[in-house]
């Protein structure tokens, strides 16, 4: 159920300020072990309706210098990894002119690259193994690229019968050798330090749906352990094993999408047949969400505490290094850090920010590039805690530096709730670059943009995240009503023109609310879910269900149609518009469609809109511009008259 990150606006839809310099993104660092050279994948923020490319850079550190690696003309690089001793590298390369990928190798400066495998399928995570071999994970002929974000081909023939595995494989004399059994599809993996076999996280049949039951396996010589069975509850990212391979940590919590990562931190004994887990942050009021050996002495975690980011050494129990209230990332999870022989380097930014590349020691980083140095804030951000059935909830009052003419009516402005996706996941600190993202298309148009971190969220630990489970759109709602009610004592917002809108998690709150309260003017619903009932047989990831319901749909109805917006229709007096992909396996059409059906035959004012061939990750630029401009226009309509 992620939030999609990509909306965008039409050219021309706002007024722009004038031929800047766009600003400079980046998705992935890769730091070698020695500390002097840093890969990263950049790019230009894209103009509305256009669709973007990384392209690789190398940094020496620590003077900055930079150079580009030489690829094919168009071809698109990624996956990049160092090997131990810091002299060459690997990258995945895929040439648009070509149906297959290719793993290729160069020096520590990317000359002299060698293709060392051609493959027809998927290639991800490559790693360099202790002795200078090459690990990856591999789908062999893969029917369309893995992740639920994906859109989904279109149902037909006998179903289920054909199911693509993810593999680990070690590449050698140019072909794969697979080191992880074929009925698995393995999510992550890492080395054993004496390079004879691997730790990591796994489960069988589909990949995209068994996430949420996946097991922590170790794979040597042919054989297949598992290491630890987690609770329902409970779902496993990052397995890292310590230096002397003498353990594994992990990340286990709460979690409702792969990718979003989150949780406490804990470590197995990998000496002791039979060992538990133990958790190395039980009662920490805060998220880990990344785990490294290679940061410095011990085991390092990064993780969101609040409004903040933050840093904590594990060794030998549990003490704060750093935290800030700005968003720091390894170009891929958030909070992150890139590690390697004890250096580390970060993404770095806030709401008023641009990102910028930084690498030093943890909490004494230096700037690496500048290229984003005079970019400026384009809004005021506030966080604000408020009380809700004894807990202490957060968010963000986001307001615009210029507001259009006729905003403001009698001293007030009007207001649009952003509620995130998820539920797992929170928003956070990003710098709002340009109008590529729905928050800044609302604060364009003149609006201020209230983003709200309710229980299910991550940030306060997970008694806090798994506070909404069995009870989604219940306690969650009252957080944000009272949220807003702390907004409104502090800042002049008209409560007569509120507007509500989300994606995914955030759709499935909006179709919610309208049903429970008549608080909100005008709604947008993305990609949400107006019946759990039916959605359990509609979606491809219904193993996600069972860790927030507790059990499935056929065993526990109740539970469902407890929170499930359909049965409340009747309540529903808010204007609400719809969007979604027709291919979107998360949250599908139909669910869509169900809501605009009902509101339709009420007669409540509504509109839907289907966007074909799309996916929940909506990967059509020109998609998500008509869906913003809708939505501007939709608030406009019911706010400002």
């Given at each position: 159920m992620t939030f999609s990150r990509r909306l965008a606006l039409l050219a021309g839809l706002f007024p722009m300020t004038a031929l800047a310099a766009p600003v400079q993104l980046y998705t992935h660092l890769a730091l070698s072990p020695d500390g002097t050279r840093l890969l990263s994948l950049e790019h230009p923020a894209g103009q509305p309706g256009q669709t973007v490319t990384s392209q690789p850079v190398l940094y020496a550190l620590p003077s900055g210098a930079r150079s580009s690696l030489p690829l094919c003309h168009g071809c698109v690089a990624g996956s990049f990894t160092w090997r131990r001793d810091g002299q060459a590298m690997a990258y995945v390369l895929k040439d648009p002119s070509a149906k297959t990928l290719s793993v290729w190798q160069a020096d520590r400066d990317g000359h002299h690259a060698v293709q060392v495998l051609t493959f027809t399928g998927t290639l991800q995570s490559l790693s360099y193994g202790p002795d200078g071999q090459l690990g990856v994970l591999a789908i062999e002929n893969a029917h369309r690229q893995p992740g639920a974000l994906e859109a989904g081909a279109p149902p037909s023939g006998e179903i289920n019968t054909q199911v693509d595995e993810q593999r680990i494989a070690t590449i050698e004399n140019g072909r794969l050798n697979w080191q992880s059994p074929a009925d698995l599809y393995v999510y992550e993996y890492d080395w054993r330090p004496d390079g004879q076999g691997f730790v990591a996280t796994a489960a069988p049949g589909n990949g995209d749906d068994h996430w949420w039951i996946a097991k922590l396996h170790a794979f040597a010589k042919g054989s297949d352990t598992v290491l630890y069975t987690p609770p329902q509850q409970q779902q496993l990212n990052l397995p890292r094993i310590s230096p002397d391979g003498?353990?594994?940590?992990?990340?286990?919590?709460?979690?409702?999408?792969?990718?979003?990562?989150?949780?406490?931190?804990y470590s197995l004994d990998l000496t002791k047949r039979g060992a538990r887990p133990v958790n190395l942050t039980p009662g920490l009021k805060a998220t880990v969400t990344d785990l490294s050996w290679n940061c410095g002495p011990g085991l390092i975690a990064a993780g969101l505490k609040g409004d903040r980011s933050a840093i904590w050494s594990l060794q030998g129990g549990l003490r704060s290094l750093w935290e800030d209230p700005t968003l720091i990332s390894d170009g891929r999870s958030e909070p992150s850090l890139a590690c390697a022989g004890g250096h580390t380097a970060i993404v770095r930014q806030s709401f008023e920010k641009a990102p910028e590349i930084a690498a030093g020691p943890i909490a004494l980083w230096k700037p690496v590039n500048r290229d984003?140095?005079?970019?400026?804030?384009?809004?005021?951000?506030?966080?604000l805690t408020w009380k809700s059935d004894g807990y202490a909830v957060q968010g963000w009052l986001l307001e615009p530096l210029t507001r259009k003419a006729g905003m403001e009516q009698n001293g007030k402005v009007p207001m649009i709730v952003y509620v995130h996706g998820g539920p797992s996941s929170a928003s956070g600190p990003r710098y709002l670059h340009d109008h590529g993202r729905m928050e800044m298309a609302l604060l364009d148009a003149g609006y201020?943009?209230?983003?709200?971190?309710?229980?299910?969220?991550?940030?306060?630990?997970?008694?806090?995240?798994a506070a909404n489970r069995r009870d989604f759109g219940h306690g969650d709602l009252r957080d944000i009503l009272r949220g807003i009610d702390?907004?409104?004592?502090?800042?002049?917002?008209?409560?007569?023109?509120?507007?509500?809108?989300?994606?995914?998690?955030?759709?499935y709150m909006t179709m919610w609310s309208v049903t429970q309260t008549d608080r909100f003017r005008a709604a947008v619903a993305g990609a949400g879910i107006a019946n759990w009932l039916s959605y359990y047989g509609e979606n491809s990831i219904d193993s996600w269900m069972l860790p927030f319901f507790g059990k499935s749909v056929y065993d526990d109805p109740d539970i469902y149609a407890h929170s499930s917006p359909i049965l409340y229709i009747r309540q529903v007096h808010t204007p609400t518009f719809i969007f979604v992909g027709s291919a979107d396996e998360e949250c599908p059409m139909p669910q869509s469609q169900e809501f605009f059906h009902a509101l339709q035959t009420l007669h409540v004012p509504s509109s839907l809109v289907?966007?074909?061939?799309?996916?929940?990750?909506?990967?059509?630029?020109?998609?998500?511009?008509?869906?913003?401009?809708?939505?501007?226009?939709?608030?406009?309509?019911?706010?400002?008259?």
């Amino acid at each position: 159920m992620t939030f999609s990150r990509r909306l965008a606006l039409l050219a021309g839809l706002f007024p722009m300020t004038a031929l800047a310099a766009p600003v400079q993104l980046y998705t992935h660092l890769a730091l070698s072990p020695d500390g002097t050279r840093l890969l990263s994948l950049e790019h230009p923020a894209g103009q509305p309706g256009q669709t973007v490319t990384s392209q690789p850079v190398l940094y020496a550190l620590p003077s900055g210098a930079r150079s580009s690696l030489p690829l094919c003309h168009g071809c698109v690089a990624g996956s990049f990894t160092w090997r131990r001793d810091g002299q060459a590298m690997a990258y995945v390369l895929k040439d648009p002119s070509a149906k297959t990928l290719s793993v290729w190798q160069a020096d520590r400066d990317g000359h002299h690259a060698v293709q060392v495998l051609t493959f027809t399928g998927t290639l991800q995570s490559l790693s360099y193994g202790p002795d200078g071999q090459l690990g990856v994970l591999a789908i062999e002929n893969a029917h369309r690229q893995p992740g639920a974000l994906e859109a989904g081909a279109p149902p037909s023939g006998e179903i289920n019968t054909q199911v693509d595995e993810q593999r680990i494989a070690t590449i050698e004399n140019g072909r794969l050798n697979w080191q992880s059994p074929a009925d698995l599809y393995v999510y992550e993996y890492d080395w054993r330090p004496d390079g004879q076999g691997f730790v990591a996280t796994a489960a069988p049949g589909n990949g995209d749906d068994h996430w949420w039951i996946a097991k922590l396996h170790a794979f040597a010589k042919g054989s297949d352990t598992v290491l630890y069975t987690p609770p329902q509850q409970q779902q496993l990212n990052l397995p890292r094993i310590s230096p002397d391979g003498k353990q594994v940590s992990f990340i286990g919590g709460l979690m409702s999408d792969y990718g979003a990562i989150g949780g406490d931190a804990y470590s197995l004994d990998l000496t002791k047949r039979g060992a538990r887990p133990v958790n190395l942050t039980p009662g920490l009021k805060a998220t880990v969400t990344d785990l490294s050996w290679n940061c410095g002495p011990g085991l390092i975690a990064a993780g969101l505490k609040g409004d903040r980011s933050a840093i904590w050494s594990l060794q030998g129990g549990l003490r704060s290094l750093w935290e800030d209230p700005t968003l720091i990332s390894d170009g891929r999870s958030e909070p992150s850090l890139a590690c390697a022989g004890g250096h580390t380097a970060i993404v770095r930014q806030s709401f008023e920010k641009a990102p910028e590349i930084a690498a030093g020691p943890i909490a004494l980083w230096k700037p690496v590039n500048r290229d984003n140095a005079t970019q400026p804030p384009h809004l005021r951000a506030r966080s604000l805690t408020w009380k809700s059935d004894g807990y202490a909830v957060q968010g963000w009052l986001l307001e615009p530096l210029t507001r259009k003419a006729g905003m403001e009516q009698n001293g007030k402005v009007p207001m649009i709730v952003y509620v995130h996706g998820g539920p797992s996941s929170a928003s956070g600190p990003r710098y709002l670059h340009d109008h590529g993202r729905m928050e800044m298309a609302l604060l364009d148009a003149g609006y201020d943009v209230f983003m709200p971190n309710p229980r299910g969220s991550f940030g306060q630990g997970e008694t806090f995240t798994a506070a909404n489970r069995r009870d989604f759109g219940h306690g969650d709602l009252r957080d944000i009503l009272r949220g807003i009610d702390a907004v409104e004592k502090t800042a002049p917002v008209d409560d007569r023109r509120l507007g509500l809108t989300g994606f995914s998690y955030g759709g499935y709150m909006t179709m919610w609310s309208v049903t429970q309260t008549d608080r909100f003017r005008a709604a947008v619903a993305g990609a949400g879910i107006a019946n759990w009932l039916s959605y359990y047989g509609e979606n491809s990831i219904d193993s996600w269900m069972l860790p927030f319901f507790g059990k499935s749909v056929y065993d526990d109805p109740d539970i469902y149609a407890h929170s499930s917006p359909i049965l409340y229709i009747r309540q529903v007096h808010t204007p609400t518009f719809i969007f979604v992909g027709s291919a979107d396996e998360e949250c599908p059409m139909p669910q869509s469609q169900e809501f605009f059906h009902a509101l339709q035959t009420l007669h409540v004012p509504s509109s839907l809109v289907i966007y074909p061939g799309q996916g929940h990750g909506m990967r059509n630029p020109q998609a998500w511009d008509d869906a913003v401009q809708r939505t501007i226009h939709w608030f406009d309509h019911y706010l400002m008259k």
